[in-house]
Protein backbone atom coordinates (compact mmCIF):
# COMPACT_ATOMS: atom_id res chain seq x y z
CA UNK A 1 0.00 0.00 0.00
CA UNK A 2 1.19 3.65 -0.99
CA UNK A 3 0.36 6.09 1.51
CA UNK A 4 1.77 9.60 1.20
CA UNK A 5 0.04 11.21 4.04
CA UNK A 6 1.48 12.42 7.48
CA UNK A 7 3.33 9.88 9.73
CA UNK A 8 5.22 9.65 13.05
CA UNK A 9 7.62 7.82 12.11
CA UNK A 10 8.65 6.38 9.16
CA UNK A 11 11.19 2.90 9.15
CA UNK A 12 13.35 3.20 5.33
CA UNK A 13 14.72 0.52 3.56
CA UNK A 14 14.63 -2.10 5.30
CA UNK A 15 14.47 -5.41 4.99
CA UNK A 16 11.00 -6.77 6.30
CA UNK A 17 10.39 -10.85 7.84
CA UNK A 18 6.88 -10.31 9.22
CA UNK A 19 6.45 -12.50 11.45
CA UNK A 20 4.44 -15.18 9.64
CA UNK A 21 7.28 -17.23 9.05
CA UNK A 22 6.81 -16.23 4.68
CA UNK A 23 9.99 -15.31 3.24
CA UNK A 24 11.36 -11.21 3.34
CA UNK A 25 10.48 -8.67 1.32
CA UNK A 26 11.61 -4.96 0.89
CA UNK A 27 9.23 -2.23 2.16
CA UNK A 28 9.10 0.95 4.09
CA UNK A 29 7.06 1.47 7.33
CA UNK A 30 4.67 4.42 8.35
CA UNK A 31 3.61 4.58 11.93
CA UNK A 32 1.24 6.67 13.16
CA UNK A 33 0.09 7.25 16.88
CA UNK A 34 0.95 3.66 18.27
CA UNK A 35 0.28 1.39 15.18
CA UNK A 36 1.79 0.45 11.98
CA UNK A 37 -0.33 2.92 9.38
CA UNK A 38 1.15 2.07 5.73
CA UNK A 39 3.59 -0.06 5.06
CA UNK A 40 5.03 -0.18 1.23
CA UNK A 41 6.88 2.46 -0.61
CA UNK A 42 7.10 5.55 1.53
CA UNK A 43 9.95 7.47 0.17
CA UNK A 44 7.26 9.84 -0.65
CA UNK A 45 5.67 10.38 2.48
CA UNK A 46 6.10 12.90 5.38
CA UNK A 47 6.53 11.75 8.74
CA UNK A 48 8.55 13.59 12.22
CA UNK A 49 11.12 10.82 12.43
CA UNK A 50 13.10 8.91 10.01
CA UNK A 51 14.99 5.81 10.61
CA UNK A 52 16.84 4.10 7.90
CA UNK A 53 16.90 0.49 8.33
CA UNK A 54 18.95 -0.08 5.15
CA UNK A 55 21.15 -3.34 5.17
CA UNK A 56 19.02 -4.23 8.58
CA UNK A 57 15.88 -6.77 9.06
CA UNK A 58 13.13 -5.30 10.53
CA UNK A 59 10.84 -7.62 12.55
CA UNK A 60 8.26 -7.47 14.59
CA UNK A 61 9.29 -7.03 18.53
CA UNK A 62 9.94 -9.98 20.11
CA UNK A 63 7.41 -11.85 22.69
CA UNK A 64 9.21 -13.31 25.79
CA UNK A 65 6.57 -16.25 26.16
CA UNK A 66 8.02 -17.31 29.89
CA UNK A 67 8.51 -14.90 32.29
CA UNK A 68 8.76 -14.37 35.87
CA UNK A 69 8.83 -10.05 35.38
CA UNK A 70 5.60 -10.02 37.33
CA UNK A 71 7.58 -7.74 39.83
CA UNK A 72 10.59 -6.37 37.68
CA UNK A 73 7.89 -4.68 35.51
CA UNK A 74 7.15 -2.13 38.58
CA UNK A 75 10.65 -2.47 40.34
CA UNK A 76 12.69 -1.82 37.12
CA UNK A 77 10.26 -0.42 34.74
CA UNK A 78 12.73 0.24 31.74
CA UNK A 79 13.64 -3.07 31.58
CA UNK A 80 16.52 -3.31 29.59
CA UNK A 81 17.48 -6.77 29.83
CA UNK A 82 14.41 -7.83 27.62
CA UNK A 83 14.71 -4.41 25.39
CA UNK A 84 18.49 -4.99 24.93
CA UNK A 85 17.04 -8.61 23.23
CA UNK A 86 14.37 -6.86 20.90
CA UNK A 87 11.90 -8.30 23.63
CA UNK A 88 8.89 -5.88 23.40
CA UNK A 89 6.22 -8.09 25.16
CA UNK A 90 6.50 -10.19 28.19
CA UNK A 91 4.29 -13.17 29.91
CA UNK A 92 4.36 -12.88 33.55
CA UNK A 93 3.26 -14.87 35.97
CA UNK A 94 4.88 -18.72 35.18
CA UNK A 95 5.27 -21.66 36.50
CA UNK A 96 2.42 -21.51 38.84
CA UNK A 97 3.66 -18.11 40.84
CA UNK A 98 2.42 -14.50 40.00
CA UNK A 99 2.82 -11.86 42.69
CA UNK A 100 -1.09 -11.28 42.96
CA UNK A 101 -3.65 -12.58 44.29
CA UNK A 102 -1.95 -12.26 46.74
CA UNK A 103 -1.43 -11.00 50.49
CA UNK A 104 1.65 -12.33 52.49
CA UNK A 105 4.72 -11.01 53.93
CA UNK A 106 6.80 -13.94 53.17
CA UNK A 107 5.90 -15.86 50.92
CA UNK A 108 7.35 -19.72 50.29
CA UNK A 109 9.83 -20.64 47.87
CA UNK A 110 9.94 -20.27 44.86
CA UNK A 111 7.28 -17.96 45.28
CA UNK A 112 10.70 -16.02 46.66
CA UNK A 113 11.84 -15.83 43.08
CA UNK A 114 9.48 -12.80 41.95
CA UNK A 115 8.58 -11.85 45.41
CA UNK A 116 10.90 -10.14 48.00
CA UNK A 117 8.76 -9.52 51.86
CA UNK A 118 6.16 -7.48 51.33
CA UNK A 119 5.70 -7.01 47.71
CA UNK A 120 2.55 -9.46 47.35
CA UNK A 121 0.01 -7.17 48.31
CA UNK A 122 -2.98 -7.56 46.38
CA UNK A 123 -6.31 -9.54 47.27
CA UNK A 124 -7.30 -9.04 44.10
CA UNK A 125 -5.68 -9.75 40.31
CA UNK A 126 -7.27 -6.18 39.12
CA UNK A 127 -5.28 -4.66 42.03
CA UNK A 128 -2.05 -5.80 40.27
CA UNK A 129 -3.13 -4.66 36.95
CA UNK A 130 -4.23 -1.20 37.64
CA UNK A 131 -0.83 -0.84 39.53
CA UNK A 132 0.86 -1.86 36.63
CA UNK A 133 -1.50 0.27 33.91
CA UNK A 134 -0.80 3.32 36.46
CA UNK A 135 3.15 2.83 36.63
CA UNK A 136 3.87 1.49 32.50
CA UNK A 137 7.03 -0.30 31.38
CA UNK A 138 8.97 -0.52 28.77
CA UNK A 139 7.34 -3.34 27.54
CA UNK A 140 3.74 -4.90 27.05
CA UNK A 141 2.93 -7.49 29.89
CA UNK A 142 0.22 -10.22 29.57
CA UNK A 143 -0.54 -12.45 32.64
CA UNK A 144 -0.95 -15.39 34.11
CA UNK A 145 -2.39 -16.48 36.93
CA UNK A 146 -0.44 -19.03 39.54
CA UNK A 147 -1.59 -22.03 41.12
CA UNK A 148 0.84 -22.09 44.08
CA UNK A 149 0.20 -17.85 44.70
CA UNK A 150 -3.71 -19.23 44.69
CA UNK A 151 -2.57 -22.69 47.00
CA UNK A 152 -0.13 -19.83 49.51
CA UNK A 153 -3.10 -17.72 49.85
CA UNK A 154 -6.21 -20.31 50.67
CA UNK A 155 -4.76 -23.52 51.89
CA UNK A 156 -3.10 -23.17 55.29
CA UNK A 157 -1.06 -25.92 54.81
CA UNK A 158 0.29 -26.64 51.37
CA UNK A 159 1.28 -30.62 51.85
CA UNK A 160 -1.94 -32.05 51.11
CA UNK A 161 -4.62 -32.09 48.54
CA UNK A 162 -7.01 -28.75 48.34
CA UNK A 163 -9.94 -29.50 50.02
CA UNK A 164 -13.42 -28.92 48.05
CA UNK A 165 -14.14 -25.73 49.68
CA UNK A 166 -10.50 -24.49 48.73
CA UNK A 167 -10.87 -25.57 45.41
CA UNK A 168 -13.90 -23.29 45.41
CA UNK A 169 -12.55 -20.42 46.53
CA UNK A 170 -8.98 -20.81 44.09
CA UNK A 171 -11.33 -21.19 41.59
CA UNK A 172 -13.13 -18.04 41.83
CA UNK A 173 -9.74 -16.37 42.43
CA UNK A 174 -8.85 -17.26 39.00
CA UNK A 175 -12.29 -16.58 37.87
CA UNK A 176 -11.53 -12.69 38.85
CA UNK A 177 -8.04 -12.32 37.14
CA UNK A 178 -9.47 -14.00 34.01
CA UNK A 179 -12.24 -11.11 34.53
CA UNK A 180 -9.55 -8.88 35.29
CA UNK A 181 -7.47 -9.76 31.91
CA UNK A 182 -5.14 -12.64 32.54
CA UNK A 183 -4.70 -14.91 29.80
CA UNK A 184 -4.61 -17.56 31.53
CA UNK A 185 -3.49 -20.45 34.33
CA UNK A 186 -0.01 -21.44 35.24
CA UNK A 187 0.96 -24.29 37.21
CA UNK A 188 4.35 -25.70 38.84
CA UNK A 189 3.42 -28.89 39.97
CA UNK A 190 7.40 -29.70 40.31
CA UNK A 191 7.49 -27.28 43.27
CA UNK A 192 6.76 -27.95 46.73
CA UNK A 193 4.01 -25.66 46.91
CA UNK A 194 2.19 -27.53 44.43
CA UNK A 195 3.88 -31.07 44.44
CA UNK A 196 0.81 -32.61 46.64
CA UNK A 197 -2.18 -31.21 44.39
CA UNK A 198 -3.57 -34.36 42.79
CA UNK A 199 -4.30 -33.23 39.03
CA UNK A 200 -8.25 -33.43 39.93
CA UNK A 201 -7.51 -30.20 42.17
CA UNK A 202 -5.78 -28.68 38.65
CA UNK A 203 -8.55 -29.76 36.26
CA UNK A 204 -11.16 -28.24 39.20
CA UNK A 205 -9.88 -25.03 38.91
CA UNK A 206 -8.87 -24.96 35.33
CA UNK A 207 -12.37 -25.52 34.19
CA UNK A 208 -12.98 -21.79 34.87
CA UNK A 209 -10.47 -20.66 31.57
CA UNK A 210 -12.86 -22.14 28.84
CA UNK A 211 -15.47 -19.57 29.31
CA UNK A 212 -12.72 -16.79 28.94
CA UNK A 213 -10.76 -18.94 26.26
CA UNK A 214 -7.59 -18.46 28.40
CA UNK A 215 -4.95 -21.64 28.66
CA UNK A 216 -3.34 -23.69 30.78
CA UNK A 217 0.57 -23.41 31.19
CA UNK A 218 2.47 -25.61 32.98
CA UNK A 219 6.00 -26.50 34.24
CA UNK A 220 5.37 -30.19 34.69
CA UNK A 221 5.44 -32.44 37.73
CA UNK A 222 8.69 -33.68 36.22
CA UNK A 223 10.98 -33.51 33.28
CA UNK A 224 13.62 -36.29 33.82
CA UNK A 225 12.66 -39.82 34.46
CA UNK A 226 8.77 -39.45 34.69
CA UNK A 227 8.74 -37.16 31.68
CA UNK A 228 5.92 -38.58 29.54
CA UNK A 229 3.33 -39.28 32.51
CA UNK A 230 3.92 -35.91 32.97
CA UNK A 231 2.60 -34.97 29.45
CA UNK A 232 -0.04 -37.39 29.56
CA UNK A 233 -1.36 -35.48 33.19
CA UNK A 234 -0.84 -32.32 31.32
CA UNK A 235 -2.95 -33.32 27.74
CA UNK A 236 -5.46 -34.59 30.22
CA UNK A 237 -5.95 -31.25 32.53
CA UNK A 238 -6.23 -29.33 28.79
CA UNK A 239 -9.10 -32.08 27.66
CA UNK A 240 -10.64 -31.95 30.84
CA UNK A 241 -10.99 -28.37 31.29
CA UNK A 242 -11.04 -27.96 27.77
CA UNK A 243 -8.26 -25.40 27.00
CA UNK A 244 -5.66 -25.31 25.08
CA UNK A 245 -2.16 -26.07 26.85
CA UNK A 246 1.34 -24.90 26.51
CA UNK A 247 4.31 -26.88 27.81
CA UNK A 248 6.50 -24.64 29.59
CA UNK A 249 10.50 -24.61 29.10
CA UNK A 250 10.41 -28.15 27.74
CA UNK A 251 13.21 -30.77 28.40
CA UNK A 252 14.70 -33.23 29.30
CA UNK A 253 16.75 -33.58 32.11
CA UNK A 254 19.75 -35.97 33.76
CA UNK A 255 21.94 -38.11 31.73
CA UNK A 256 19.83 -41.28 32.04
CA UNK A 257 17.50 -38.80 30.24
CA UNK A 258 19.48 -37.62 27.67
CA UNK A 259 17.87 -37.85 24.33
CA UNK A 260 15.00 -38.70 24.94
CA UNK A 261 13.52 -35.31 23.36
CA UNK A 262 12.69 -37.36 20.13
CA UNK A 263 10.10 -39.59 22.27
CA UNK A 264 8.78 -36.07 24.05
CA UNK A 265 8.61 -34.47 21.04
CA UNK A 266 6.73 -37.87 19.49
CA UNK A 267 4.28 -37.93 21.89
CA UNK A 268 2.90 -34.67 22.17
CA UNK A 269 2.61 -34.73 18.09
CA UNK A 270 0.90 -37.83 18.98
CA UNK A 271 -1.30 -36.01 20.87
CA UNK A 272 -1.81 -32.65 18.68
CA UNK A 273 -4.22 -34.93 16.07
CA UNK A 274 -6.09 -36.15 19.18
CA UNK A 275 -6.76 -32.48 21.36
CA UNK A 276 -9.19 -30.60 19.98
CA UNK A 277 -8.01 -27.00 22.15
CA UNK A 278 -4.12 -27.14 20.77
CA UNK A 279 -0.50 -28.32 22.44
CA UNK A 280 2.24 -25.91 22.15
CA UNK A 281 5.57 -25.41 24.25
CA UNK A 282 8.44 -23.14 25.02
CA UNK A 283 11.57 -23.44 25.15
CA UNK A 284 15.35 -21.68 26.38
CA UNK A 285 18.37 -22.41 24.46
CA UNK A 286 20.79 -23.44 26.96
CA UNK A 287 21.49 -26.62 28.62
CA UNK A 288 21.54 -25.25 31.81
CA UNK A 289 18.24 -24.77 34.42
CA UNK A 290 17.72 -22.45 36.86
CA UNK A 291 15.88 -22.37 40.00
CA UNK A 292 15.54 -22.62 43.76
CA UNK A 293 18.23 -24.50 45.42
CA UNK A 294 16.92 -28.41 45.58
CA UNK A 295 17.90 -31.30 46.07
CA UNK A 296 16.22 -33.43 43.55
CA UNK A 297 17.85 -30.56 41.35
CA UNK A 298 21.40 -31.14 41.85
CA UNK A 299 21.14 -34.59 42.24
CA UNK A 300 20.06 -34.48 38.39
CA UNK A 301 22.95 -32.21 37.56
CA UNK A 302 27.01 -32.63 36.35
CA UNK A 303 27.49 -29.00 38.04
CA UNK A 304 25.71 -26.45 39.80
CA UNK A 305 26.20 -22.57 39.64
CA UNK A 306 24.93 -20.45 43.17
CA UNK A 307 22.78 -17.59 41.50
CA UNK A 308 21.50 -15.80 45.03
CA UNK A 309 21.75 -16.64 48.97
CA UNK A 310 19.88 -14.75 51.34
CA UNK A 311 22.04 -16.27 54.50
CA UNK A 312 25.58 -15.98 52.21
CA UNK A 313 24.98 -13.30 49.55
CA UNK A 314 29.08 -13.16 49.03
CA UNK A 315 28.97 -16.57 47.42
CA UNK A 316 26.80 -15.92 44.45
CA UNK A 317 28.20 -16.92 41.58
CA UNK A 318 30.32 -19.60 42.82
CA UNK A 319 30.55 -23.22 42.00
CA UNK A 320 28.80 -25.52 44.78
CA UNK A 321 31.29 -27.59 44.55
CA UNK A 322 34.10 -25.31 45.22
CA UNK A 323 31.72 -23.88 48.14
CA UNK A 324 31.43 -27.48 49.46
CA UNK A 325 35.77 -27.88 49.34
CA UNK A 326 35.55 -25.00 51.22
CA UNK A 327 33.25 -25.45 53.62
CA UNK A 328 34.55 -29.07 54.41
CA UNK A 329 31.65 -30.75 53.85
CA UNK A 330 29.26 -32.56 50.58
CA UNK A 331 27.14 -30.36 48.24
CA UNK A 332 24.07 -31.33 50.00
CA UNK A 333 25.36 -30.05 53.79
CA UNK A 334 26.98 -26.74 51.31
CA UNK A 335 23.53 -26.17 50.00
CA UNK A 336 21.60 -26.42 53.33
CA UNK A 337 23.82 -23.77 54.76
CA UNK A 338 23.12 -21.71 51.35
CA UNK A 339 19.28 -21.73 51.93
CA UNK A 340 17.33 -19.85 50.94
CA UNK A 341 19.06 -19.90 47.63
CA UNK A 342 19.21 -20.28 43.51
CA UNK A 343 20.82 -21.58 41.33
CA UNK A 344 21.92 -22.86 37.69
CA UNK A 345 21.73 -26.69 36.92
CA UNK A 346 23.66 -28.25 34.42
CA UNK A 347 21.43 -31.24 33.64
CA UNK A 348 20.77 -31.30 29.96
CA UNK A 349 22.13 -32.51 26.46
CA UNK A 350 22.95 -29.92 24.02
CA UNK A 351 21.37 -32.51 21.27
CA UNK A 352 17.99 -32.24 23.19
CA UNK A 353 17.99 -28.26 23.56
CA UNK A 354 18.12 -27.93 19.35
CA UNK A 355 15.66 -30.86 18.49
CA UNK A 356 13.28 -28.93 20.98
CA UNK A 357 14.10 -25.49 19.42
CA UNK A 358 13.76 -26.97 16.20
CA UNK A 359 10.40 -28.15 16.72
CA UNK A 360 7.85 -26.29 14.76
CA UNK A 361 5.97 -26.01 17.63
CA UNK A 362 8.12 -24.54 19.86
CA UNK A 363 7.90 -21.04 20.92
CA UNK A 364 11.01 -19.13 22.63
CA UNK A 365 10.71 -18.09 26.21
CA UNK A 366 13.32 -16.68 28.27
CA UNK A 367 12.44 -18.03 31.56
CA UNK A 368 14.79 -15.33 32.95
CA UNK A 369 14.52 -14.37 36.34
CA UNK A 370 15.22 -10.61 37.27
CA UNK A 371 15.71 -10.66 40.77
CA UNK A 372 18.55 -13.15 40.65
CA UNK A 373 22.07 -11.76 41.85
CA UNK A 374 24.30 -13.60 39.28
CA UNK A 375 21.52 -14.70 36.93
CA UNK A 376 21.29 -17.58 34.20
CA UNK A 377 22.76 -15.62 31.27
CA UNK A 378 19.26 -16.45 29.58
CA UNK A 379 17.72 -13.53 31.35
CA UNK A 380 19.63 -10.83 29.01
CA UNK A 381 21.05 -13.67 26.25
CA UNK A 382 17.86 -15.99 24.86
CA UNK A 383 16.35 -14.06 21.91
CA UNK A 384 19.92 -13.07 20.12
CA UNK A 385 21.44 -16.08 21.04
CA UNK A 386 18.46 -18.40 18.92
CA UNK A 387 19.03 -15.60 16.01
CA UNK A 388 22.72 -15.36 16.57
CA UNK A 389 23.98 -18.55 17.67
CA UNK A 390 21.27 -21.45 16.78
CA UNK A 391 19.96 -19.49 13.39
CA UNK A 392 22.48 -17.98 11.61
CA UNK A 393 25.95 -20.51 13.03
CA UNK A 394 24.53 -23.77 13.46
CA UNK A 395 21.50 -23.20 10.93
CA UNK A 396 18.95 -24.89 12.71
CA UNK A 397 16.21 -23.36 11.09
CA UNK A 398 15.92 -20.01 8.58
CA UNK A 399 15.16 -16.43 10.00
CA UNK A 400 11.98 -16.21 8.81
CA UNK A 401 11.25 -19.47 10.76
CA UNK A 402 13.30 -18.03 13.93
CA UNK A 403 11.25 -14.72 14.19
CA UNK A 404 7.92 -16.74 13.78
CA UNK A 405 8.41 -19.42 17.25
CA UNK A 406 8.96 -15.24 19.05
CA UNK A 407 6.33 -13.46 17.21
CA UNK A 408 3.51 -14.51 14.88
CA UNK A 409 3.09 -18.33 16.65
CA UNK A 410 3.66 -17.45 19.86
CA UNK A 411 1.07 -13.68 19.60
CA UNK A 412 -1.33 -16.41 18.27
CA UNK A 413 -1.01 -19.20 20.84
CA UNK A 414 -1.25 -16.54 23.86
CA UNK A 415 -4.32 -14.33 22.25
CA UNK A 416 -2.52 -11.09 21.75
CA UNK A 417 -4.05 -9.41 19.19
CA UNK A 418 -2.89 -6.99 16.67
CA UNK A 419 0.73 -7.96 18.36
CA UNK A 420 3.57 -10.64 16.30
CA UNK A 421 3.20 -9.44 13.14
CA UNK A 422 4.00 -6.43 11.09
CA UNK A 423 0.84 -5.10 8.55
CA UNK A 424 -1.19 -2.06 8.07
CA UNK A 425 -3.18 -2.11 11.67
CA UNK A 426 -0.70 -3.75 13.84
CA UNK A 427 0.69 -2.07 16.69
CA UNK A 428 3.94 -0.87 16.14
CA UNK A 429 6.05 -3.24 18.19
CA UNK A 430 9.03 -3.09 15.88
CA UNK A 431 12.75 -4.46 16.76
CA UNK A 432 15.85 -3.73 14.03
CA UNK A 433 18.81 -5.60 13.91
CA UNK A 434 21.89 -6.71 11.97
CA UNK A 435 21.68 -10.37 11.17
CA UNK A 436 25.11 -10.75 10.67
CA UNK A 437 26.27 -9.71 14.08
CA UNK A 438 23.46 -10.56 16.12
CA UNK A 439 24.40 -12.35 19.19
CA UNK A 440 24.31 -13.10 23.04
CA UNK A 441 27.18 -12.08 25.00
CA UNK A 442 26.03 -12.73 28.36
CA UNK A 443 27.78 -15.84 29.53
CA UNK A 444 27.58 -18.12 33.26
CA UNK A 445 30.60 -15.93 34.57
CA UNK A 446 29.36 -12.61 32.93
CA UNK A 447 25.20 -13.09 32.75
CA UNK A 448 24.14 -9.12 32.47
CA UNK A 449 26.14 -7.84 29.54
CA UNK A 450 24.10 -6.99 26.60
CA UNK A 451 23.49 -8.73 23.61
CA UNK A 452 24.93 -7.59 20.07
CA UNK A 453 23.20 -6.51 16.95
CA UNK A 454 20.02 -5.09 18.24
CA UNK A 455 19.81 -1.62 16.70
CA UNK A 456 16.22 -0.08 17.44
CA UNK A 457 13.72 -1.36 19.45
CA UNK A 458 9.97 -0.11 19.53
CA UNK A 459 6.97 -0.33 21.57
CA UNK A 460 3.75 0.85 20.46
CA UNK A 461 4.72 3.43 17.89
CA UNK A 462 8.00 4.91 20.98
CA UNK A 463 11.39 4.13 20.43
CA UNK A 464 13.08 2.23 23.64
CA UNK A 465 16.06 0.51 23.00
CA UNK A 466 18.78 2.60 20.60
CA UNK A 467 22.08 2.99 20.00
CA UNK A 468 23.21 0.66 22.80
CA UNK A 469 21.01 2.34 25.22
CA UNK A 470 17.62 2.36 26.82
CA UNK A 471 15.70 5.84 26.21
CA UNK A 472 13.53 5.70 29.43
CA UNK A 473 10.21 5.78 27.42
CA UNK A 474 7.65 3.66 28.71
CA UNK A 475 4.58 3.18 26.14
CA UNK A 476 4.14 -0.19 27.38
CA UNK A 477 0.79 -1.71 27.35
CA UNK A 478 -1.40 -3.93 29.72
CA UNK A 479 -2.74 -6.79 27.25
CA UNK A 480 -5.56 -7.81 29.20
CA UNK A 481 -7.56 -10.71 27.74
CA UNK A 482 -10.03 -9.93 24.86
CA UNK A 483 -8.22 -7.13 23.92
CA UNK A 484 -5.80 -4.11 24.21
CA UNK A 485 -6.14 -1.05 25.91
CA UNK A 486 -8.63 1.52 23.39
CA UNK A 487 -6.02 3.40 21.85
ZN1 LIG B 1 9.44 -23.34 35.48
CU1 LIG C 1 9.69 -20.25 34.72
Request: hydrophobic letters at 40%; one cysteine or more; a negative charge.
Amino acid sequence: MVDDGFFDTVIQNGTIVDGSGEGRFQSDIGIKNNRIQAMGDLSMAKSGRKINAANRIVAPGFIDVHTHDDRVLLAKPTMDMKISQGVTSVIVGNCGISLAPLVADNPPPPLDLIAEPGACRYSTFEQFLKEVEGAPAAVNAAFLVGHSTLRVGTMDSLDRAASLTEIKKMRSLLEEGLTAGAIGFSTGLFYKPAIMAPTEEVIEIASALKAHKARYVTHMRNESDHVIQSLDETFRIGSEARSPVIVSHHKVQGKNNFGRSVETLKHIEDHLHGHHHGIAFDVYPYVASSTVLKEDSIRLSESVLITWSKSRPDLAGRELSDIADELGCDIFSAAAQLQPAGAVYFAMAEEDVQRILSHPNAMIGSDGLPHDEHPHPRLWGTFPRVLGHYCRDLKLFSLEEAIRRMTGYSAETFGLIDRGVLKAGAFADITIFDEDTVLDRATFDKPMTPAAGIDTVMVNGSVVWEQGCATGSRPGHVLRHGGNRPN
